[in-house]
C-alpha cells in the first residue's frame, strides 16, 4: 500500500510540474511563503548559488509542485521522512531527468536535502543520511514551507 501512495504522490508532483505529460494545467495557488527558522542557513546557502535562469525556473516549478502535492495529502500517504525523502528523490529523477541540471550544481542537492531535513526537525547521521521522523501537520506544514523556500531560492 505504501508503495502505491508513494506512486501517487509522484505522479501528482510530475502532472503538476510537466502538465504537458496530462494535457492539463493543474493551478497550484500562491502561498505566502514563511523560511522555518532551523533551514534558513541551508536556504540562503542556496540563495547564494549561480544557477542560471532555465534551470532555476525547472527546479522552482518543481519544488513549489512539491510543496503544493504535500500541502494536499490530508490522507497523509507521506507520513514519515523516509517517504518524503524517497518521492523526492524518484520524483525529481522522473521530473529533472531531460533537464541536464543533475551534477551540474555541486552542493546543490546536498542543501536542498539538508534545507528539507531541518524543516521536520531530521538529523544528519554518521553514514551521511538523515534520521528518520514521523510527519504529523505541523512537520509536513514546514516542509511544504520549505520546498517553497528552495524554489524561491534558487530563483535568486
Not at 494536499?72 to 514519515?80: C, H, L, M, Q, S
Request: glycine share 6%.
Amino acid at each position: 500500500m505504501k508503495q502505491f501512495a508513494l506512486l501517487f504522490f509522484a505522479a501528482a508532483v510530475v502532472l503538476l510540474v510537466r502538465p504537458d505529460l496530462s494535457g492539463v494545467e493543474a493551478p497550484v495557488e500562491p502561498v505566502e511563503i514563511v523560511v522555518p527558522e532551523p533551514c534558513r542557513a541551508a536556504v540562503e546557502s542556496i540563495t547564494a548559488m549561480n544557477i542560471v535562469p532555465q534551470d532555476a525556473a525547472e527546479l522552482a516549478k518543481f519544488y513549489t509542485a512539491f510543496a503544493a502535492v504535500l500541502d494536499r495529502d490530508v490522507e497523509n500517504w507521506v507520513g514519515a521522512s523516509v517517504d518524503v525523502r524517497l518521492a523526492h528523490q524518484r520524483c525529481g529523477k522522473l521530473t529533472l531527468a531531460d533537464t541536464g541540471i543533475f551534477g551540474k550544481y555541486p552542493g546543490l542537492a546536498a542543501r536542498i536535502d539538508e534545507t528539507l531535513a531541518a524543516s521536520i526537525g531530521s538529523a544528519k547521521t554518521s553514514d551521511g543520511g538523515y534520521e528518520p521522523v514521523v510527519l504529523n501537520e505541523t512537520k509536513k506544514r514546514n516542509l511544504a514551507q520549505a520546498a517553497r523556500a528552495v524554489a524561491r531560492a534558487v530563483e535568486r
